[in-house]
């Protein structure tokens, strides 16, 4: 069998960091074999298109392409094949437990200590009992009898040698009330039918795993092997979720994180490189491996993935950054300046944002200026700021000669002599180097930004 991954979104929102990192973990394994995504939308009423063709577009933006794409809802008649079978052979029968009966059960059997499962209702209907449920217009799930005083065993290609007894497992749904497939049953299924080789999934589908195992062990199908990936969790040690710093990738892209960032990132969530430096994804799957999986948490870190920006920043084309910024940016730039432009801020932006207010800064005559900058320009004395005007005029706009110059005839040195003048042009106390922006704001904006 071809070495073959998929990534199984079900559509019923955006996709987030963790759901972007299986999607990467999956295409990365099988880079120069076969990626699958598979939309999982068994779920009718919230399954929805938009979020279809949006996950799509996240993929693509951060370069993850699929070979093949298969959709479950079309499905349908080979997942009642199957179902057929199970019935036909006694492993698996129709249930009328109700969720409120199902939740008492469960709440009982905590109550006594027991680890929750199902309690075997409607394991020994006779055919007469369930045609007279059925008559009555009850509605049953599916349930699969799951074989008693086994031990269901498997090697997690992450975690090692993994054992469940069956007994624990309990009897499972594996098809609703209202006839559409659970994700027990379809998922397995379809693994083995596309003939997936590998699966790659985060830890808290663990324990699904063995309920798939023995759904193929019963239709007689191909087992995949199974790698189960450490959570993400956020700052505060817990599951990563919008309340500690998840984002979904559609907005992250369109806040302006850099796709290469992303990806850096997040092979690094729980998977080790010796290589520090900014890689391309091929760069990235040829030094993936399955071995340096972590089976320890990872951790979600701004501040590192802001350092992934910088970095994709500053390998990123002039072309490619020139589009990142922005419309704002193409109005107030001028083409003939563009590359000088990008050339001056590219160390000192992180967002398209920061490239907006620099553009801002550079090109109109109007300053807003921070308050520590306000703060240096009201501790200098006007006539340095006298002394800056009639260097620059005599410079002509010559970075060396203005600073030869200014401190000479202002007696300024050091942070005394560059801070006010950097506060003064630009409004900010830190920033692209001066001789740069000056080249960019020319010698008439300069001016005016000097007098006080």
């Known amino acids: 069998m071809n070495h073959k991954t998929r990534f199984a979104p079900s559509p019923t929102g955006l996709i987030h960091i963790g759901n972007a990192r299986t999607a990467l973990f999956n295409a990365l394994s099988a880079y120069k074999g076969v990626f699958l995504l598979r939309i999982e939308n068994t779920d009718l009423e919230r399954s929805k298109d938009t979020y279809i063709q949006q996950l799509k577009l996240d993929l693509k933006s951060l370069g993850l392409l699929w070979q093949q794409e298969e959709k479950q809802s079309d499905r349908f008649d080979i997942y009642a ?104 049953f379809c998922n397995a299924v379809d693994d083995a039918l596309m003939e997936v080789s590998h699966v790659f999934r985060g830890e808290d589908h663990l324990t699904n795993t063995p309920r798939q195992i023995l759904i193929l062990q019963a239709l007689n199908l191909p ?61 990235l799957a040829e030094q993936f491996s399955i071995e340096r999986l972590g089976r320890a948490p990872a951790r979600f870190d701004e501040q590192q993935l802001r350092h992934w920006q910088q970095s994709a920043i500053i390998k990123a084309s002039t072309e490619e950054l020139w589009q990142w910024m922005g419309e704002q940016v193409h109005q107030l730039v001028p083409e003939t300046a563009r590359d000088e432009f990008i050339n001056a801020i590219r160390p000192n932006i992180t967002f398209p944002k920061q490239a907006v207010e620099w ?84 010698t008439e904006l300069a001016k005016m930004r000097l007098r006080f």
């Open 81 to 184: 094949k199957y179902y057929q079978q199970l019935e036909q052979q006694d492993l698996a029968y129709p249930c009328f437990c109700t969720p409120e009966e199902l939740a008492l059960s469960r709440k009982l059997q905590r109550a006594s200590g027991k680890a929750p499962r199902y309690a075997g209702t409607c394991t020994h209907l006779s055919e007469a009992e369930t045609a007279a449920k059925l008559d009555k217009g009850l509605k049953p799930t599916l349930r699969f009898r799951v074989p008693r005083g086994q031990n269901v065993e498997f090697n997690d290609l992450v975690r090692g040698t993994q054992q469940f007894a069956s007994y624990d497992l309990g009897d499972f749904i594996i098809r609703r009330a209202d006839g559409t497939p659970a994700f027990f």
């Open 223 to 283: 087992i995949p092997e199974y790698g189960h990936i450490s959570l993400i969790l956020g700052n505060d040690g817990l599951p990563l979720s919008k309340r500690n710093g998840s984002q979904n990738i559609q907005g992250m892209i369109n806040d302006g994180w850099l796709a290469t960032a992303l990806v850096n990132y997040l092979a690094r969530l729980g998977h080790t490189y010796t290589d520090d430096n900014l890689l391309s994804l091929e760069q």
């Open 359 to 442: 553009a801002n800064t550079l090109f109109i005559d109007e300053i807003v200026r921070q308050p520590e900058a306000q703060t240096v320009i009201d501790n200098t004395e006007k006539k340095f700021f006298n002394h800056a005007i009639t260097a620059l005029e005599a410079s002509q706009g010559d970075y060396k000669e203005l600073i030869k110059q200014l401190k000479q005839t202002s007696g300024a040195k050091g942070k005394k002599l560059f801070m006010p003048l950097r506060a003064a042009l630009t409004g900010a106390t830190h920033g692209p180097e001066l001789a740069s922006l000056l080249s960019l704001m020319g």
